[in-house]
């Protein structure tokens, strides 16, 4: 996920690009860049870390013209550096390009253009689209992105600028947001609103497949394939925090729904084609292991803290049942102390989102001083944690900014189930048809996440009918019980009602005391195979007076119904893969939950997004 801005008008740009990456910066801020027309030819300017950074390189040096782009940048593909920011040109430095997503095939297009003369610098797939355009450019600029694009596969929303045509800009957009800013005598390019609210409230919000030609007076809109289309201007009556948040009253709530978007975005380039027909695989280029190594494994230790440790806890089930070997969980404050056993066999996985918990960043270097090799799953490229880890898998949430983790999480998941099935395949612990199976089901999780989100307004009612009580319990079994794990936190964090997560077998070895009449119980009962221990379980409960709300399959309501009080129904998968979907409503609940009793959702008391203290 990063930003990119652009202008055209009449008015110096460098100062108007400045101000729209300011507003995307959430987008994230391992660099940033702009490239502006100053009259002869395209001047680039580019710095790794914040904004500051670029505009202090800016005071000695400013860019005067009246067409330019930006970027600001989230690292995909390269680590953060001046030479990895964007905009990116091709070696005539004629052509320049700032890029939002992935070109999934940017290895093989690269490959192409190199056989051709054209030189890389960068470590990134966007270098790979200015080459491309200049390549296929014929003196008509329109033309040369309509070709690009064609041989393009994965997410880009894209701005493009050639000193050849400078007084027109090109926007192209493909499964990365884009809008187009409507000015009088100059238009605006925006990854979203904020970016450009400043200057106009008159957008066009671009479709998948649709780019725009910017000059100065106007606006032409078309297909990438080049049909003209028309679209109605959208008027922004928001104010700028709301439009930061799209819309949506919180950044959680936004998070929450950006998960569709964030699972599509982590699987992306990672699931491909198999050799059989029909067959799909994973490919993770970014871990270095041999496959004799991968091989060679004997056991493994996960290492994570509060969210990212119940992401672990799911990432267990998921390399034992796929993968067959042995795996344990610690909470990272724990785990450097415990003395863990390391021999030249465990592989050591790190989770984190931010990559900078300093108990987590600690568990990697004690166990990297035991000589484990140390895999990370992160969100952040260039944190600590993907510095210091020998192989590391970036997911692709982009950047989370209400401290109560929900994408990063979920994104955690899929990383994870992508492992196991890597490790799988690499150990032949599965077989190809099972690998196939699972990533099929993993490929229509986006679209049960958003049929699950089109049902908030009962989640919400249930969250206002649970904030009456002082106390409440989750329970489930298996990978159930993880998610109860997760739930119980979320719910903790940001509403502040006491609530306990149990393994609902282990509930009448103690816990069982504190069931009375009223007390809620959320029950997930999710996994085939223990559906009639857990239903037993939620009768013990039922049995002294709980009120249980069941987080079910879809097609066992009827049967599930006469125990529970209320029910929410997850739409079919496997049982592997069912925490992807059964802890949206818990992460509902918990909003609702604190958005009914008016606490500040996104920062919650006493907690901090990152953890840097130990
Ligand atoms: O950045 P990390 O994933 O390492 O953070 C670990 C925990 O502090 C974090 O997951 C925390 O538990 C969440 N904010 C809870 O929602």
Same mark, same amino acid.
């Given at each position: ?11 110096? %740009? ?41 505009? +202090? ?19 995909? =593909? ?9 905009? =990116? ?6 052509? /320049?390009?700032?890029?939002? !997503? ?28 200015? =080459? ?21 596969? !994965? ?7 050639? @000193? ?45 497949? +649709? ?11 078309? &297909? ?51 050799? @059989?027909?029909? %067959? ?13 190594? #991968? ?33 344990? &969980?610690?909470?990272?404050? +724990? ?30 270097? @004690? ?5 484990? $090799?140390?895999?990370?799953? &992160? ?18 949430? !982009? ?27 690499? $150990? ?40 009456? =009580?002082? /106390? ?27 609530? @306990? ?34 239903? %037993? ?23 599930? /119904?006469? %125990? ?12 592997? #893969? ?18 009914? #009793? ?17």
């Amino acid at each position: 996920m990063c930003g990119i801005v652009g202008y055209i008008g009449s008015r110096d %740009s460098q100062g108007i690009l400045l101000e729209g990456l300011k507003k995307l910066e959430y987008r994230g801020y391992d660099s940033a860049g702009i490239a502006v027309f100053d009259g002869r030819k395209l001047e680039v300017r580019k710095s790794q870390g914040r904004l500051a950074n670029l505009e +202090e390189k800016l005071d000695g040096q400013p860019l005067r013209g009246y067409v330019g782009i930006g970027h600001t940048r989230w690292a995909t =593909h390269g680590k953060p550096s001046d030479v990895n920011s964007h905009p =990116h040109t091709d070696n005539s430095s004629k052509f /320049s390009v700032v890029h939002n !997503g992935i070109i999934e095939n940017y290895l093989e297009l690269k490959a192409q253009l190199a056989a051709k003369g054209h030189q890389f610098v960068s470590e990134t797939d966007t270098e790979v689209i200015s =080459h491309l355009v200049a390549d296929l450019y014929q003196g008509d600029i329109v033309q040369a992105v309509q070709a690009a694009v064609r041989q393009m596969r !994965g997410a880009f929303a894209l701005a493009v600028l050639t @000193e050849y045509e400078p007084d027109r800009l090109i926007a192209v957009r493909y499964a990365s947001p884009l809008v187009i800013g409507i000015g009088n005598g100059e238009n605006f390019i925006g990854s979203d609103i904020p970016a450009i609210l400043e200057h106009t409230r008159d957008v066009y919000i671009l479709n998948d497949g +649709e780019m725009a030609i910017l000059t100065s007076n106007g606006v032409e809109l078309l &297909t990438t394939d080049g049909n003209n289309i028309s679209k109605e201007i959208f008027h922004v009556d928001w104010d700028l925090l709301t439009a930061e948040k799209a819309g949506f009253d919180h950044f959680m709530l936004k998070e929450i729904y950006e998960q569709p978007r964030a699972y599509r975005d982590t699987m992306m380039g990672r699931v491909i084609e198999g050799t @059989e027909e029909g %067959s799909l695989k994973v490919q993770l280029p970014e871990i270095g292991m041999t496959d004799e190594q #991968l091989r060679a494994i004997r056991n493994i230790h996960i290492v994570a803290c509060g969210t990212a440790h119940h992401a672990a806890l799911i990432g267990k089930a998921v390399l034992e049942s796929l993968a067959r070997i042995p795996v344990e &969980t610690d909470v990272a404050s +724990e785990y450097r102390y415990r003395n863990p056993i390391i021999t030249p066999e465990t592989l050591v996985i790190v989770v984190s989102q931010s990559g900078e918990t300093a108990d987590t960043l600690a568990a990697l270097r @004690e166990a990297k001083r035991c000589g484990a $090799r140390v895999l990370a799953i &992160t969100n952040v490229v260039g944190s600590s944690v993907s510095r210091e880890a020998d192989d590391v898998i970036i997911t692709q949430a !982009g950047p989370e900014i209400a401290v109560a983790s929900t994408k990063a999480y979920t994104s955690q998941l899929i990383a994870f189930y992508l492992l196991g099935l890597y490790m799988a395949d690499k $150990r032949g612990a599965c077989e190809q048809a099972q690998i196939t199976m699972v990533l099929q089901a993993m490929q229509q999780l986006p679209e049960q996440v958003e049929a699950i989100l089109s049902q908030a307004n009962v989640l919400k009612q249930t969250a206002q009918a649970l904030v009456k =009580h002082q /106390s409440l319990f989750f329970i489930g079994r298996g990978v159930d019980y993880a998610v109860a794990q997760e739930g119980s936190l979320k719910l903790k964090e940001i509403s502040y009602i006491h609530s @306990e997560a149990y393994a609902a077998g282990e509930l009448k070895h103690g816990t069982l005391a504190l069931i009375e009449e009223g007390v809620p119980v959320i029950a997930l009962i999710t996994q085939d195979e223990l559906y009639e221990k857990t239903l %037993s379980n939620i009768k013990e409960v039922t049995a002294r007076g709980a009120y249980v709300f069941g987080v079910i399959n879809s097609g066992q309501e009827s049967e599930i /119904s006469q %125990s529970v009080d209320e029910l929410f129904a997850i739409p079919q998968t496997l049982p592997l #893969l069912t925490p992807a979907l059964s802890v949206i409503p818990l992460q509902l609940i918990s909003y609702y939950a604190s958005l009914a #009793l008016g606490n500040d959702v996104d920062k919650p008391r006493n907690l901090a997004k990152s953890v840097t203290v130990e």
